[in-house]
């Protein structure tokens, strides 16, 4: 997977994306499984997951597993 | 299922939030109550509490007390059949009749439930419910599928208000889609969120102090308070760290808690799992796999191979006692404790441990789960866990083993999203997989993906080497259901031969007692042999296709069966013959205490017709007025469509020409959305002819003639009816007599080659007509003699008064009792006919006479036991008898046995 760092090509649904999203509180390595293989990295209090989600569906599934730890949301972005 | 509709028991332990009961009860008045926050915050808690609590000091005490019913959904109830039992299953705990007609609509039908319908019977009962009461819907952000939340939106819209209505309380991690701030507005919505859940400073002290009896100093309290921000499971976590350490550590573990930065149940699920000793560690772990925790169950996953030993010394019911006593997060789902859940919080944490320690042991531990489900025959269930081992043979072999029980109960979305989630190599060996898969496609009108599915199965079957008896006797099965769903196919596209040959091959085929699928084929082939216009044996397949959806307990399709049968009936001029069988159809579709199911509106509307011929239209009007309601409500569009004729039809003979050429405008719109029956295009043609004749149109008749695409020397078409029928009838009207000749005596030799004597009438009526017309008297009476010699055992009256004054004319010279009783008819409506019983009453009144119970002649005529007594009423009130020992006395005095 090419990692773009700008000039995105428009996203479709269906396309896979690298991801980084950050959320408050610092999260242990073993973490990594649980969220489909992104990678877990703690900075100061927070966290950030990066890695590709295969589609608009993975990355909405993952946003709900944060949900459903009761992680707050700091911020989504694609790479 | 009983354990998803379980109010948790408030714990002993539990800090009572008497502010937010208060504002719960206040909710009562509003229709919906949604609870949005996220996982932790102790939503099931406060309902739990609110469920002892309720409109406790709000009732008026004459008033019983309103109740509080629960559902806990699960990912599984995203299937809407499934959804709505448990719906409705739930509301029973208010009242046990609560619903049943929707639950009776729901079980039986075959197709895909029709919702609005089923809403429709269930906000009536729920609106007869006295009293206010509440059902909450406990995790509903798992129900993501969008018919679930528009049914439920729709459910909310038409709930009678409150207070005396139903509350719905919507219990979720996020804010359910619905329309919440249309009802914010209008005040129909109380909601409770994050920020009103969080434990307030107060709460905290008093839950860590008193509830959980530690002995925090304050200033610890306050360093607990600012870390969890008043998270009650972090809190809840902390003090379960907290107590089962020496006092002397406590001080050094708050600050090292409260200065941490980790995910706060990251950090105490360790603290509080390296506490525990190393089985009960094991057993949380690999029990956090379940959604629900069993004894036995628990005991299967922790058995190790080769020996029990572990099991003697910590049997799983000990384990969960303790744990349940220690306050682990553990939930009991019913009062017996045979069930039980964890916290769906900690169960995550636990299963991230389990990954990130064993993940080897995880497809194991689902294996073991799934065949546990297995043996318990928790079909769902065991599925899922299956799905999770990546063992797609055994996933495999398990839906095949289940397809037949969910397609019996209408969960056909469950079933096909598992076939669609298993890899197509897989199915591919699998021939039953292959046929499920083909009638998906069939339903959504993709024949040649459902063709490559069934082709696939054959060639299974024809590779397939020598067998034992079993498996020649699956073979045999499994040719039958292709065959039978290629019929289907072929009876859409209007493939008449092919229906036969594939029908036919499916019932040699097909075992004796499989009812559903015999009954599945049945249906097509009765509709092929109307195609080829023999309506002895349509009839005769219909009724058997009747008699195997009931044997197999499909009341909806044996209505339906029935309706078709009473058309073959109709065709041969056995009118009562025919009332009686539309009778048993609408008894069929009518709940216990009388009311209608939606399906009631097909054999309502075919009674309207039969009222109508035999011109008793008040009688008639009522019933296809009640017709068209119900199957508008079912939303299938040929019984629309075909009700709308029938309405047509008596809206013509009440001389409402207006209204009649509404009718027909609405029916052809819905004609020409979706393909609907053939024979429809046919009736409305000559509702349409009829009407122009009626009014004067003769413009409209020639400018139909032209345009029609009918034409003299066409091949007639049995499948549409003989619609030629309706060209004769123009030809006539527009004095094209010679052609309109040659076309009816080609058209009648056609009916009774078919033994369409309905049609038979009609024609040689029109012959009657048209020889009228030439001034050929003699040729007119023998036409009429032929049509009536026909027409009278079934008492047809309005097909001849329709005809008006040159039918009245021809009557007129014909001498007969059937002529005056039909020119008696033109000016009084209602024919008053002392009648004979019935061949089935007959029947009925042989076994009263046998000594048999109404519940055995039932049987033993395989009808509704309703029907049975709407006979033995026709039966008491013909021979005027108020007893079985009359009717008995009196059928043997009259000599009718």
Redesign the interface.
Known sequence: MLIETGGHHDLTLTDPAYYQIRVQ????P?????FEGLTVTAV??E?ILSGTVADQSALHSLLAKI?????PLISVNRI | MQTKLYIPLPKPTLTPRPHLVKQLNAGLSRRVIVISA????GKTTLLAEFGTHIMADAVPAARRSPQLCWLSLDEFDNDPVRFWIHFIAALQKKGPELGSDALAMLQASPQVPPTEAMLTSLINDIAGEPDAFALVLDDYHLITAQTIHDALEFLILHLPPPPTGLTLIVAS??DPPLPLSRWRVQEELLELRAVDLAFSAAETAVYLNSTTGLTLSNPEVAALTARTEG?I?GLQMAALSIQKRSPETVPDFIRSFTG???????YLTEEVLQRQPPHIQTFLLYTSILKRLSAPLCDALLKDEGGGMKDEIHPSSLILHNLEQANLFIVPLDDERCWYRYH??FA??L???L???W?ERVPILHQRASAWYETADSTEEAIAHAFKTEDYERIARLVEKYAWNMLHQSKYNTLFAWIEALPTAVVQTRPWLCVYQSWTHHWAGLREEGEACLRTAEEWLARASSANAEEMADRQLIAGYIATVRAHYALTHEEIPRVLEQAQKALRLLPPDDYFTRSTAGVALGGAYWGVGDSVQAEQTYAECASNALLGGYPYRASSALCYQGMQQVKQARLRQAQETFEEALALATGLEGSYFPNAGYPLAKLGELACEWDDLAMARQYVDQGVALCTQLGHVDLMAEALVALARVQLAQQEFGGAADTIQQADRLAQSSKVDPWIYCWMDDCRLRLWLATGRRDEVVYWIETCGLSLDDPFSYHYDLHHINLARALVAVGRLDEALGLLGRLLVAAETAVWHHEAIKILKLQALTYQAKGDDGEALAALGRALALAEPGGYVRSFVDEREPMAELLREHPSSYASKLLAAWGVNNAALIEPLSQRELEVLQLLADGLSNKAIAQTLIIAASTVKKHLKNIYQKLNVHSRTEAIARARELGLF
């Open positions: 509180g610092k999260l242990a073993r973490w990594m499984a649980w100061a209090d966290t949900r459903d730890l009761g992680l | 996220p996982a932790g915050f991690r996020t998270w499971a941490s930065h980790y995910y706060i149940l990251d769906h919080l995550d944490l299963r991230t441990r990954t990130a320690t993940p």
